[in-house]
């Protein structure tokens, strides 16, 4: 088994460990690789893209022609978990500013995001939320963090934080607003090896 992590920008490094952490407690045996160029998305089983600046990640992805591989991959079944900036590029669509700004997504999800929804660098945070699934909360790491404010009736959601939706599923697809990789806490990587089988 091949897990890939998108490495254009962004907590690459910290999703590598993080899996590789996960790997190990769970027993299982897997090749998790890095991600810069074309071509090596069809070869694995299961995607991460990581968190960064959406704006950023989106389009150097479209250069490099990952996005259109991703969204093969997607489609075809493979797991992909996204988070914070990965949760922005996963959805169809944006708010405002992703509007204007005309950033690409990759329109997989059918949920509608905010992209800054909880403002800036200083206004990150930490919080404990429940997540479906799960049997005690997890501490989640928000950063400049975007939330989805719509979801199609398709889309499940695994979690909120004071009443806004901040991870969800949509069958292949897991989105999360928040940044499970700088964590210890494997819980939510090991619920996307479920997703891979
Ligand atoms: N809000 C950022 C964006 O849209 C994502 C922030 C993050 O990934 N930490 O790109």
């Not at 890095?34 to 989106?58: F, M, Q, R, W, Y």
């Not at 389009?59 to 996005?67: A, K, P, Q, V, W």
């Not at 950063?143 to 806004?164: D, Y």
Request: hydrophobic share 40%.
């Amino acid at each position: 088994m091949r897990i890939g992590v998108i490495a254009i920008q962004g907590n690459v490094e910290e999703h590598v460990n993080a899996m590789k952490r996960a790997l190990k407690d769970a027993k299982y045996e897997a090749e998790v690789i890095k991600i810069k160029h074309k071509g090596i998305v069809p070869t694995c089983d299961a995607i991460i893209l990581p968190g960064g600046e959406s704006t950023t990640l989106g389009r150097l992805m479209e250069r490099e022609g990952i996005s259109s591989e991703i969204k093969k991959a997607a489609n075809s079944g493979i797991p992909i978990m996204g988070t914070c900036a990965g949760l922005v590029l996963l959805a169809k669509h944006g708010d405002k500013q992703v509007e204007k700004t005309k950033q690409p997504l990759l329109s997989l999800m059918d949920i509608h995001v905010n992209r800054n929804a909880f403002g800036r660098q200083k206004e990150s945070f930490e919080a404990p939320v429940d997540f479906k699934g799960l049997n005690k909360p997890f501490n989640a790491v928000f950063i400049r963090a975007p939330c989805i404010t719509e979801a199609g009736n398709n889309v499940e959601i695994l979690s909120t934080c004071g009443g806004i939706m901040v991870a969800a599923r949509q069958e292949n697809m897991l989105a999360l607003a928040f940044h499970p990789e700088l964590t210890d806490d494997s819980r939510i990587h090991h619920y996307f090896l479920k997703m891979i089988g």
